[in-house]
């Protein structure tokens, strides 16, 4: 019965259309921030989640940008790779060891015969793309197990063999194909079987086994060219622009593709803070807007104000009122933007998804907490103003 | 409830009144609950000044009002509302209705700032005793300005108090409507038990006053 009374006396209405263009500025700086923040949860869904993630996306081999001034010498020294391995992208680091040996491959088999000088790698197993239980060296194994890059066999079947007429290569014929390996040492060439076990598509290098490398270096190693030339990381973020400052600013180089994402997520990140810029600026208008609103609300009812406190009104009372006249508006603009944006998600989730891109039907945590954050925000500003223009009008 | 006074006096009219040897300005008096208070003065000498005192309409004045021993000049805000909701009942001399309700709204808005203490038919009673019934749903402001003084007094007997305060209550109302009035106020303040400052012009035997001032 109060409020009716009140109603009649204190006419919210006095600024109808200034309070309906408040309403809407703040539906709009609403619904752009709370669509920045989803935006942004997708797209950390769409680079994180492990049902849209490319496999190859996790590791990068890294190496030095060889320029006219390193050439010979770009290898990563031991401080670089602790610098390295402490960075904040980098979940796991192994180094590529080279062979310290001259390696020469030679086919056993009469129908294809070839030989060519050869070098080894080798990187720990945790960093291998291929599975396979011939994946083992000691020292009483018969054949020394080899993985090579995919990229060869292509280059062989789709490149040179047409061009030289010769037959292409299956993998599992290559697989069933040993070939004789010479290793030369100060006392002459060793000779051992090796067998190719496994295609890789993450190191473009021809590995062995660890245990192989560690061996046979301290066997017949050199000690020429210690330090070793390329790296390995596994990454939580291949695409991460810290990832691919630290590397541009290092004079490093990985292999592109893996980090093609980077361009969109700029152009993304882009998008994003402009909204979150627009939505935050049009926020503040909207601020802007209430409080005045309520100050002119206020105002227009000076007189009635003085006269309900010198009947005895309490400023608590007046308060109580005018907040239940401007929050309900601020609840409903919050909820309809968060259903807006609901609805929008799973348009975007049905879109994607015919794409095989997949992120959630329903907003984020973030969003609904954005949500709850801005509602707290307007009823606190309100409330502020309502109570600093009643206490001045009492 | 206690009123006590001490050494009050309107700061715009000190010298002025200094000259003048009163009853109320500058003395320290006592109020017991309970009271009828009449405080005559002629025009100007500011008997609305000090009605508004003690209600705390102003506070350009020296000297301190207290009622139960607590200093209005230290009173907040809410604490001054409670004083107003429960203890003190206003007649004011220029009505101060608001001029866009109706004679009911006027009143019944007074009955509802606090838990109400009379059901809202009691202002049907109320009015019909004042012959103000048939205006009850007319706006104030096309009240008459006796119409208006009646509706002032309902709304005043509307909330609970221990104190009535009237500033010329009786002003625009003739000898019968007076009477009918007076017997309605002194009806209300018994079934409360409590007292009332009046401030006339002249002399009247409208209640049985206990004290009688000068101011």
Redesign the interface.
Known sequence: MLDQLLKKLIRTGAGRSRNTMALAGLFIAMFLILAAVQVQSNYQQILYSRTSQDSIADFLVINKIITNNNVGEATLSAGEITDLKQQPFVEKIGTLTPSRFRVGVQSISKQIPFYTDFFFESVPDEFLDVNTPDWQWNATSTFIPMIIPNMFLDMYNFGYAQSQHLPQLSQELIKSLPVQIDIQTPAGIVNYYGKVVGFSDRISSVLVPQPFMDWANKKFGTGLNIQPSRVIIQTSDASGSDLMAYLSKHNLSTNTEKTRFEKYRSIINAVVATSWVTGGLMLLFALLIFTLFIQLTIASAKEEIALLITLGAAPKQLQNFLRKQFLPGNIRIVVITLIIVSVLQLVVQKTLAAQKIFVQGYPSHYTIAAAIIMLALLTVVNIRAIKKYIGETA | MQLTIQNIIPVPLKDKLLQRNADVWNKAIQFKQGEYVKIKAPSGTGKTTFVHIIYK?RNDFEGDVLWDNKSLSSIT??AL??L??QSLSIIFQDL?L?P??TAR?NI???R???QPLYESNVIDTMADQLGIASILDQQASLCSYGEQQRIAIVRSLM?PFNWLIMDEPFSHLDKNNIDKATALIEAECKKRNAGFILTDLEDDEHFNYTKLLNL
């Open positions: 309409l805000a809410n509302a409670i107003r909701q101060r608001f866009n309700l709204e019944e808005l007074n509802v700032l606090q909330q």
